[in-house]
């Protein structure tokens, strides 16, 4: 089934280390899923926990539906994420070792439901994430040096 991508949590794989990831639905409002279609969310800060057996999401914002006029909801209320009894019991245990955060990834529909991408996180250090960026560039400097052999320049020219 083909994926609709609302927003991403591009923050989040800088700032965590993604140990897995997976999938939950999402309880919406009303208007929520036409504001959704027209691509008005943002899962920066956002962050799911679990609370009396059951999975929330803090944090996310979406837009109010221009033509909701006062039926829309609050912009960033706490929203339910639908997952087996089982996968929560699983998450549980996971979140209460040292370290561990729910994240979300993405934000999508498959199908004609809103789905959120979940990831299973710890936090990176300052030094991770500088160590991060140092090997992204330095992979940046060898493709850019392949591309440039293999294209006959001379180095440091275009």
């Given at each position: 089934m083909e994926k609709k991508i609302v927003a991403t949590n591009r923050k989040a794989r800088h700032d965590y280390h993604i140990v897995e990831s997976m999938e939950a639905g999402i309880e919406l409002h009303g208007s929520e899923v036409k504001s959704l279609r027209l691509g008005r969310a943002n899962l920066r800060d956002s962050f799911a926990r679990v609370e009396r057996g059951e999975l929330f999401l803090y944090n996310m914002h979406i837009s109010p539906y221009e033509k909701g006029g006062h039926?829309?909801?609050?912009?960033?209320?706490?929203?339910?994420?639908?997952?087996?009894?089982?996968?929560?019991?699983r998450l549980v245990g996971?979140?209460?070792?040292?370290?561990?955060?729910?994240?979300?990834?993405?934000?999508?529909?498959?199908?004609?439901?809103?789905k959120v991408e979940l990831a299973l996180a710890r936090g990176k250090r300052t030094y991770d994430k500088r160590a991060d960026i140092e090997k992204r560039e330095a992979e940046r400097a060898i493709q850019r040096a392949l591309k440039d052999r293999t294209l006959g320049r001379p180095k440091g020219g275009r």
């Open positions: 039926f829309n909801p609050d912009p960033t209320r706490t929203r339910k994420l639908l997952m087996h009894r089982r996968e929560i019991k996971k979140t209460t070792e040292k370290g561990f955060t729910l994240v979300p990834l993405r934000l999508y529909f498959t199908g004609g439901k809103a």
